[in-house]
C-alpha cells in the first residue's frame, strides 16, 4: 500500500510563491506517475500536473508557466513549484500516484484514474 504525505502548504499573498512537496512510502514508486490535484470549495477535483518516471511533465492549462513540477527518484519525493500565485490558486492540493503501464506513461487528467491519494495540503491566497 503506498502512503503519500504532502507538505508546504500554506497562505500567502497574491504574486506570491510556495513550494510543496510530496513524500511516498510504503512500496516502491518505481515506474508509478506522479501527479496533484487541488480541489476548491463548492469546485471538483482539478488536475494540477503529473510527472511520470522518464520526468516528462504534463500541466493543467490554469497553471502552465506558473507551476514546475520535479521529481527525485532516488528519494521518491515529488516537488511542485509554484509561482505567482493567485486567489484562484487557493485550494487543497492532493499528491496522488498511479502506475500507467509504462515508464513513459501519460497521466489521466480524470482523478477517477488515479489510485493512491495523499490526505491534502491547503494552500490559501488572499489578494
Known amino acids: 500500500q503506498a502512503q503519500l504525505v504532502e507538505s508546504g502548504g500554506g497562505s500567502v499573498q497574491a504574486g506570491s510563491s510556495l513550494r510543496l512537496s510530496c513524500a511516498a512510502s510504503?512500496?516502491?514508486?518505481?515506474?508509478?506517475?506522479v501527479g496533484w490535484f487541488r480541489q476548491a470549495p463548492g469546485k471538483e477535483r482539478e488536475f494540477v500536473a503529473a510527472?511520470?518516471?522518464?520526468?516528462?511533465?504534463y500541466y493543467g492549462d490554469s497553471v502552465k508557466g506558473r507551476f514546475t513540477i520535479s521529481r527525485d527518484n532516488a528519494k521518491n519525493t515529488v516537488d511542485l513549484q509554484m509561482n505567482n500565485l493567485q486567489p484562484e490558486d487557493a485550494a487543497v492540493y492532493y499528491c496522488?500516484?498511479?502506475?500507467?503501464?509504462?515508464?513513459?506513461?501519460?497521466?489521466?487528467?480524470?482523478?477517477?484514474?488515479?489510485?493512491?491519494w495523499g490526505q491534502g495540503t491547503q494552500v490559501t491566497v488572499s489578494s
Open positions: 496522488v500516484s498511479q502506475w500507467f503501464g509504462s515508464m513513459r506513461a501519460i497521466p489521466s487528467r480524470n482523478p477517477e484514474g488515479w489510485r493512491y
Open positions: 510527472i511520470n518516471w522518464a520526468s516528462s511533465t
Open positions: 510504503g512500496r516502491s514508486s518505481s515506474g508509478y506517475v
